[in-house]
C-alpha cells in the first residue's frame, strides 16, 4: 500500500471559518509534511513531522496550524484564513533516514490528491 | 534564491518522440535527486529518482541522466505518449533533512 489519502478533497470556507484538513498512510512512514500549491506553481513547504514531531516550519502564518496525534495522521488546522490562501494542499509522507541509515529508494516522498481549498 | 532551476517552461512532443527536461542546482550538498509527474486536479506522483554516485538511472521508457560536475540533471521520456502529458518536477533534497525544494515545473504536451 503506498497511498497516502488525504480528506476532504474539496473544501470551501469563510474566512471566519475554523476547519481541518486530514492526511492518513500506512506505510510505516516517520517522516510526514505538508506541501501548498498554487496554480501552475510547484508545490511549496510549509511543515515537516519527523518521528510526530514539528521539525520544519517554512514560516508558516499561525492560521495554519498542524497537528500530528500519530504516526499515520497528520492534520492541519486552518482559522481565519485570508482569500490569498486559496490553494491546493499536499500532504506527503516518506522514511526519515538517519546518517549511515538506508539507501535510494526507501527515501522517495508520496504524496496524497490534495484538499483544493477555496476561502471566500 | 532558486536552488534548482528547470528548463523549458513547456514542451511539445511528437507520439513516439523524445522527451527531455532539465534541471540544474547550486548546492552541492544536495544528494537526492526525484523527479515528479503531476496531471490536473492531482498530487504530485514519484518517477523516478538519482543519487549523485550514479550517472544515469532507467526505469521503463523514463531515464534520469546525472552531471555532477556541471550540477544538473535531466529526464528523458523516450517513445512519449499522449498519456505521458503532464506537468514534471524535478526536485533536490538532502537525504537527511527530508525536504524536498521543487524546480518551476515543465508542462509537457505529447501530440498523437
Known amino acids: 500500500d503506498t497511498e497516502v489519502t488525504q480528506t476532504p478533497k474539496h473544501l470551501v470556507m469563510g474566512m471566519t471559518n475554523k476547519k481541518s484538513l486530514k492526511c492518513e498512510q500506512h506505510?510505516?512512514?516517520?517522516?510526514m509534511y505538508w506541501y501548498k500549491q498554487k496554480a501552475k506553481k510547484p508545490p511549496e513547504l510549509m511543515f515537516v513531522?519527523?518521528?510526530?514531531?514539528?521539525?520544519i516550519n517554512e514560516s508558516v502564518p499561525s492560521r495554519f496550524s498542524p497537528e500530528c496525534p500519530n504516526s499515520s495522521l497528520l492534520n492541519l488546522h486552518l482559522h481565519a484564513l485570508q482569500p490569498e490562501d486559496s490553494a491546493l494542499y499536499l500532504c506527503a509522507s516518506s522514511h526519515r533516514l538517519r546518517p549511515g541509515q538506508g539507501t535510494l529508494g526507501v527515501f522517495g516522498a508520496f504524496f496524497g490528491q490534495g484538499t483544493r481549498l477555496t476561502v471566500v | 534564491q532558486q536552488q534548482v532551476k528547470q528548463s523549458p517552461q513547456s514542451l511539445i512532443v511528437q507520439k513516439g518522440g523524445i522527451s527531455i527536461i532539465n534541471c540544474a542546482y547550486e548546492n552541492t550538498a544536495f544528494d537526492y535527486f526525484p523527479w515528479y509527474q503531476q496531471f490536473p486536479g492531482k498530487g504530485p506522483a514519484l518517477l523516478i529518482a538519482?543519487?549523485?554516485?550514479?550517472s544515469e538511472k532507467k526505469e521503463g521508457r523514463f531515464t534520469i541522466s546525472f552531471n555532477k560536475s556541471a550540477k544538473q540533471f535531466s529526464l528523458h521520456i523516450m517513445d512519449s505518449q499522449p498519456g505521458d502529458s503532464a506537468t514534471y518536477f524535478c526536485a533536490v533534497s538532502l537525504s537527511y533533512g527530508n525536504k524536498l525544494v521543487f524546480g518551476a515545473g515543465t508542462i509537457l504536451r505529447v501530440k498523437s
Open positions: 513531522y519527523s518521528y510526530e514531531k514539528l521539525s
Open positions: 538519482i543519487r549523485p554516485d550514479v
Open positions: 506505510m510505516g512512514h516517520r517522516a
